[in-house]
């Protein structure tokens, strides 16, 4: 953990910030524009986030029912079923307790996207504000700020949050607030590295010589500089947390099951499997699939926009 | 740019040894005629008899230590080691007479002085045993010391009076073990190598994988079918029905309601569905730590009266447990319950009204009342399902419900212990067909351990205080019948049901399931 | 050298120590647990008794010392619910969780090179286009969900291979019984594959994305235009120069990809009864059997510690630019 990777200081120009001072805004979204227009998966992403996104900010418009309406005597409808009078009253079936797999799909956007979004932001600014404070003053700071992470590094991140979530309690607090605790070595290395580098550079001493305090010229000279490889192991990272949602419901320790989530919904599918309710499965499932590759896709994207020779950062 | 061959040829290589394996046998090796293999959701902890805490465990141990009595499939006590007992004047001394010529699995004979030594080895508060034993049996019937009187005659002593079959039944989960072979063992020897009295010796236990047993020769009180048992662990619910399937295991409990079909329609295996004695319901508690709306009005018998009628339990049992059921109207399981009691029928109007005239109409909104109801998951069949369907019942007929679904070892267990449910919780306690007194136990005083709700009815508390002086049996249901009335008007309970309990059985053995949640197997055989 | 490994040793006593305070803190926060240690039926007074027998009833900074001072003599405590040394119980469960890691970070690396490296080489053509699309699939699928799909459908439909359990090898190997390694060999492996896919697809699709990209990245570097204008095969190129500078940042991963395969264990284990630490570890969470949560955090903090030395020790051989300080 100790051992510097000189070589890619050596072999490379050190990482130039992606634009010194700061970019016209326009040139920045032409590029952006023609960039996107080339490449046609990064569009399909941005849309399929899109959609997730509406769905999550406007759930209770557009969901048709209440979600957790049960019908027991209509539990388990298939898909596409009509009824008597040929309406489709619940277009992608019902669930084990017959509630509307639609409307459970669309408010499960919304927890599920939440978990992963704000457990992002809390891990990130957590990582880059110790990160950059690490590698800003260096020294004991540094050290000290280091060793913890070395210690959660060691600490295998799904015993900490199994620990965590079975001594608290299962709850979207917890389980947003442990899984962003858990992300914060990443971006705490990425920023401490990038500041370091960033340190001695001539914008931060001028800075430094028109009196600027140290948070001012952290944030508002630095971290503008580095924010790029922390936004593409932030997009990345939302994806995971998304998986990561759905691996602790399936131990029992996600989101209760009054609250519909992504990851909830097909953990609890497994029951109903061998039985032929494939639905159950198939739409969380897709949900899961699409928006995990979406952001996966528009991570590479924005890496290889902001800076290529990022690549091999985050996944 | 050239093709470039070589990363190509070592994944195809890579590929071919995957594959190579499934050329090479495609068939795994299914269990002989000589075994049986038996899926459980969890492994046991240790091997010491006296640390015996959940039923899993108690399924192995079964067969390994014999008891002095033991619980048969109809429900009924049966003596095992010991033939016969006789009760001192008092009530106090039990005695009872063991057969001869039995010995333990290291050919030590198991004499009355064993028998005593097991009671007093549990007992020893430095051996700090934590299991069934101590926590549950000897604080059950009042144990006070254990003698051996003679070769064959041992007698317990007990601090009170009590009704005999419970007393009987508790002493029967008592798995009896041999003195000499266990004082030569440190407890951790105890713990990994045990030497048993029943049919059954441990050959070997993998933790985490399975428990295997095989039959010992010489065992004469009963006739074991199988040479072999593994108890193979299997955690996940859908792996262990696919183990069935594929015909590598014999026998599985707690086949999730939604995959019984699956089973049936296999070919290889077929679901027992047996009514099993677990009492499942709701309480009321009427702790006054519960302030709100909700929980004063649940205060009011004639409110818990009207929720009874709430609640469509018949439904629940076809729909999220696979079943039919006859709804529970007391807290003992047939056939000691009292005969006139008729369950609540679900009749929601009936609710309404009867909440009107308790004095809670619906408000403006719509809504009588706030409350939250508890409720755990990953206990019970279905457990969670049921939970939100009785709250959707409840919301039906006014009633402003937040349900609050809890983890059970993390969460809803601690909460239970501390009377810390409620105010309306979810929850199922174990009963047993050969005493009405043993299921009444939970109700035994105002704050005692198990009575959740703290329910306090002087009537209830009364009739405990009679049945204490009472010998003869027919008397003593005639009180059972009028305090289980007096529970039935007043209502501490929303009574639901008795937990029906799923066993996948391989076709491939005859094997009949018990009620009781036990999975007793020497009498397995083979099917033709 | 040597100085600089026994400051990497003191390092990770540090480390190690603060793993073991971190999980103690959690595993107390919220208050004690002798409920799950007494029957259903227990009265208040046994409750009081067991906590006391337990050791529960001490203030938090005692018992924390307490098990300090005895982790130094090398003794982790009994397991609470086992009652036998905690310590042994978790090596005892470690073969079959490192023969399920082994398998899966072999899978992810193995494979991914050459998957990696087709797809450079293809760049653009329809096989890359494949190929990345089934590893970005691959990086989308719940791991729980993908082993419940091989059970449902290699396992019981095509019956192909075992839906759960484990055969051991590495144990009769370490005790020296070949014959026995030998003969359990080809149905472990079987038992292997189902497991070792849940957990390693997601790494593999990774790497394979990673060997990828950065191998496109190598080979438009000088010295391999150069290599290519000497004349030499394309082979010689891809295997000899290029593939070497490419794998380093795949290295880098599997340092971290040891605690990332770890919660894929968790699940895999539960999901395919595979008798791991992962198990051993979730029960004895779930119910609070501290000193046995203990000494498998240590084990698994003292691997991890040993890992990432043994790969800054390996890039030295891969880069002779990189020095150790």
């Known amino acids: 953990m100790e051992t510097q990777l000189e070589h890619s200081e050596k072999t490379q120009p050190p990482p130039v910030p992606v634009a010194i001072g700061r970019p016209p805004q326009a040139s920045a979204w032409r590029r952006a524009r023609h960039s996107l227009l080339r490449a046609r998966w990064p569009i399909v992403a941005i849309i399929i986030l899109l959609i997730a996104t509406l769905f999550a900010v406007f759930g209770p418009q557009v969901s048709p029912k209440d979600p957790n309406r049960q019908n027991l005597m209509l539990r388990l409808t298939a898909p596409f079923t009509r009824d008597e009078a040929g309406a489709m009253d619940f277009p992608l079936g019902t669930d084990a307790l017959g509630r509307d797999v639609l409307s459970r799909l669309i408010y499960g956007a919304r927890v599920s996207l939440a978990v992963g979004v704000t457990a992002v932001v809390i891990g990130g600014f957590l990582g880059t504000s110790l990160g950059m404070m690490a590698g800003y003053f260096g020294g004991k700071i540094d050290d000290m700020i280091m060793r913890i992470a070395d210690i959660q590094l060691a600490f295998p991140f799904i015993l900490l949050t199994i620990m965590v979530l079975v001594v608290l309690g299962p709850g979207v607090v917890n389980l947003v607030l442990v899984l962003g605790i858990g992300q914060w070595v990443t971006y705490a290395r990425i920023a401490r590295g990038q500041t370091i580098s960033h340190r001695e550079k001539e914008y931060v001493e001028a800075a430094r010589c028109i009196g600027a305090r140290h948070w001012q010229i952290m944030f508002k000279s630095i971290f503008p500089n580095i924010v790029a490889p922390l936004i593409v192991i932030a997009s990345f990272n939302v994806a995971s947390v998304i998986l990561a949602e759905a691996s602790l419901s399936f131990l029992g320790l996600g989101v209760p099951p009054t609250v519909p989530t992504w990851g909830g919904m097909l953990a609890e599918s497994r029951d109903q499997l061998l039985g032929g ?17 979406a952001l996966n896709i528009l991570g590479d994207w924005v890496r290889d926009f902001l800076d290529p020779r990022l690549r091999g950062v985050g996944f | 740019m050239k093709r470039v061959f ?4 070592i994944l195809s290589i890579v590929c071919l040894l995957l594959a190579m394996p499934l050329m090479v046998s495609a068939q795994a090796a299914l269990p002989d005629d000589t075994t049986l293999v038996i899926g459980q959701s969890v492994d046991i902890a240790s091997l010491e008899p006296s640390l015996v805490t959940s039923r899993q465990e108690a399924n192995i141990f079964g067969h390994v230590f ?11 006590l049966q003596p095992y080691l010991a033939n016969s007992y006789s009760i001192s004047e008092d009530g106090l001394e039990w005695t009872f007479t063991l057969n001869e010529g039995l010995t333990c699995q290291d050919g030590e004979a198991l004499t009355a002085e064993d028998v005593a030594y097991t009671f007093q080895r549990a007992a020893n508060p430095d051996n700090a045993f934590t299991g069934n034993t101590v926590g549950f049996v000897m604080p059950g019937v009042g144990y006070v010391d254990a003698r051996a009187d003679s070769e064959l005659e041992v007698t317990i002593v007990m601090d009170e009076r009590q009704s005999e079959p419970l007393r009987l039944g508790l002493l029967s989960e008592v798995y009896i073990h041999c003195k000499d072979s266990y004082e030569a063992m440190t ?14 010796r441990v050959v070997e236990w993998v933790r985490d994988d399975y428990v295997l047993i095989e039959k010992v020769a010489d065992f004469t009180l009963r006739e074991s079918g199988f040479e072999r048992i593994y108890w193979r662990v299997i955690p996940e619910a859908s792996t262990r029905v696919a183990e069935l399937i594929a015909g590598n295991v014999d026998i599985i409990a707690n086949v999730p309601p939604d995959q019984i079909e699956a089973v049936n329609n296999s070919g290889t295996a077929e679901v027992q569905a047996v009514q099993g004695t677990r009492r499942m319901y709701v309480g009321f508690s009427q702790r006054d730590i519960w302030e709100g709306e909700g929980a004063e009005a649940i205060r009011n018998p004639a409110v818990r009266r009207a929720l009874q009628y709430a609640v469509d339990v018949p439904t629940i049992c076809q729909q999220l447990l696979g079943v039919e059921c006859t709804r529970a109207a007391s807290m003992v399981n047939d056939p000691n319950s009292n005969p006139n009691l008729t369950p609540y029928p679900y009749d929601p109007a009936e609710a309404e009204r009867l909440l009107d005239e308790a004095g809670y109409p619906r408000g403006e909104d719509g809504w009588r009342f706030d409350i939250t109801f508890q409720g755990p998951r990953g206990r019970y069949l279905n457990d969670a ?8 019942y409840l919301t039906d007929v006014g009633i402003n419900v937040t349900v609050e679904i809890l983890d059970w070892t993390s969460e809803y267990l601690p909460a239970v212990r501390e009377h810390n449910v409620g105010p309306m919780f979810f929850l199922g306690t174990g009963g047993a067909t050969w ?3 043993y299921d009444m136990t939970d109700i035994r005083e105002p704050q005692g351990g198990t009575n959740y709700t703290e329910w306090n009815n002087a009537d209830w508390f009364a009739g405990w205080e009679r049945l204490a002086n009472i010998t003869d049996p027919a008397q003593e249901q005639e009180v059972i019948n009028e305090m289980l009335q007096i529970m039935y008007d007043d209502s501490p309970w929303l009574f639901l049901y008795f937990q029906p309990d799923f066993y996948g059985v391989s076709n491939r053995i005859n094997w009949q399931a018990r009620r009781d949640e036990q999975v007793i197997v020497y009498n397995a055989t083979l099917a033709e | 050298m040597a100085k600089y490994l026994v400051r990497r040793l003191l390092q990770s006593v540090v480390v190690i120590l603060g793993v073991t305070l971190l999980s103690f803190l959690t595993l107390h926060l919220a208050g004690d647990p002798t409920y799950l240690y007494v029957s259903e039926r227990a009265t208040q007074e046994e409750i009081d008794q067991t906590r006391a027998l337990l050791g529960f009833d001490r203030p938090l900074p005692e018992q924390y010392l307490r098990f300090v001072v005895r982790l130094a003599q090398g003794d982790m405590g009994n397991s609470l619910r086992a009652r036998t040394p905690a310590l042994p119980l978790v090596m005892e469960r470690l073969p079959a969780t490192l023969e399920l890691t082994i398998f899966a970070m072999v899978i992810s690396t193995l494979l991914a090179i050459p998957i990696g490296i087709i797809s450079a080489v293809n760049r653009g053509t329809a096989l890359d286009g494949g190929v990345m699309l089934f590893a970005m699939f691959g990086q989308s699928v719940p791991s729980f969900w993908l082993g419940i799909m091989l059970i449902l459908f290699v396992g019981l439909s095509l019956r192909w291979l075992p839906i759960s359990g484990q055969v051991p090898v590495l144990v009769p190997l370490l005790q020296g019984d070949l014959m026995t390694a030998a003969e359990n060999f080809p149905q472990a492996f079987r038992h292997l594959i189902l497991p070792g896919l849940t957990i390693g697809v997601f790494s593999l699709s990774r790497n394979a994305r990673l060997v990828r990209s950065s191998m496109l990245e190598v080979l438009a570097q000088d010295y391999v235009v150069t290599a290519r204008s000497k004349g030499l095969r394309e082979r010689t190129v891809i295997l000899r120069h290029a593939l070497r500078n490419a794998l380093i940042p795949v290295i880098t991963m599997i340092g971290l990809e040891f605690g990332f395969l770890l919660s894929g264990v968790v699940v895999a284990e539960t999901v395919f009864s595979w008798p791991g630490v992962g198990r051993l570890v979730f029960n004895a969470i779930t119910q609070r059997d501290i000193p046995l949560v203990q000494a498998a955090v240590v084990t698994f903090s003292f691997i991890f510690v040993l890992l990432n030395l043994l790969i800054d020790l390996l890039y030295v051989q891969l880069d002779p630019r990189v020095q150790l300080k």
Do not use: H, N, R
């Open chain 1, 277 to 293: 309710s494939w639905w159950l499965a198939v739409f969380p499932g897709l949900a899961i699939m699409l928006t995990v590759l």
């Open chain 2, 6 to 9: 070589s990363p190509l040829g």
């Open chain 2, 66 to 76: 014999a008891t002095l009595y033991e619980i048969s499939e109809d429900g009924t």
């Open chain 2, 187 to 200: 407890l951790e020897e105890a713990a990994t190598t045990p030497i048993g009295s029943g049919p059954y």
């Open chain 2, 385 to 392: 399902a049921v939970v939100q369907a009785i709250g959707q």
């Open chain 2, 435 to 437: 005493s009405a007194l």
